[in-house]
């Protein structure tokens, strides 16, 4: 059975860094073809990829975010992280992660977490 | 990034329509789009991978179809459960998701 689940700090204030981390079970992140990614939605709003992490350690970033964007994993644990920097009220939104599969020329998110909400205020 | 946009941003319905809802993307991504539908309070969830390829378990009254830059999301005969806003990703180049499409009751 595949699960993921989010977890972060609740609330920031602004300028600070976000750390986020997606901790999975039913599949390894060291199995060829799946990734983790990272996707939020501010409230009322539409979805928003931010950053993904592949098997081979492959990494994508969302170019509107890219530099503030850093995705890692730790294989052993089973957990994918996200930090952003230097946050503002704009990046207050659910940060869901999800399991994203590579099979041949379909890529797509089959499990998602239930999404943990990060509010930036001061 | 290639834009995804979803039409109409709200449709009202009644149980038993057939419902089509389309997205056009800003450049060619071949069939590279999937329909991901998200009720109210949850997370989303996978109905169409490939453009026209149904995901595991869901039911046979959604169709996807599409190609180049014109892809449509068809409900058959809708059904109260399917109330939700659904979304559209393109992956061919990096993911963007249109912008929704709410369904609801009239």
């Known amino acids: 059975q595949v699960t993921l689940k989010e977890s972060g700090p609740g609330i920031l204030q602004p300028s600070q860094t976000l750390s986020l981390t997606c901790s999975f079970s039913?599949?390894?992140?060291?199995?060829?073809?799946?990734?983790v990614s990272w996707i939020r939605q501010p409230s009322g709003k539409g979805l928003e990829w931010l950053a993904t992490i592949c098997w081979e350690d492959s990494k994508g970033y969302n170019p509107s975010l890219k530099n503030r964007l850093t995705i890692s994993k730790d294989t052993s644990n089973n957990q994918a992280f996200l930090k952003i920097t230097s946050v503002d009220t704009a990046d207050t939104a659910i940060y869901y992660c999800?399991?994203?599969?590579?099979?041949?020329?379909?890529?797509?998110?089959?499990?998602w977490g239930p999404g943990t909400m990060v509010t930036v205020s001061s | 990034n290639t834009v995804m946009t979803q039409s109409p941003t709200s449709m009202f319905i009644s149980v038993g329509d057939r419902v089509t809802m389309n997205c056009k993307a800003s450049?060619?991504?071949?069939?590279?789009v999937d329909w991901y539908q998200q009720k109210t309070g949850q997370s989303p969830k996978l109905l169409i991978y490939g453009a026209s390829n149904r995901y595991t378990g869901v039911p046979d009254r959604f169709t996807g179809s599409g190609s180049g830059t014109d892809f449509t999301l068809t409900i058959s005969n809708m059904q109260a459960e399917d109330l939700a806003v659904y979304y559209c990703l393109q992956y061919n180049y990096n993911p963007t998701f249109g912008g929704g499409t709410k369904l609801e009751l009239k």
């Open positions: 999800a399991r994203s599969l590579e099979l041949g020329v379909y890529w797509y998110f089959d499990f």
């Open positions: 039913g599949f390894s992140l060291s199995t060829s073809g799946i990734c």
């Open positions: 450049q060619n991504v071949g069939t590279n």
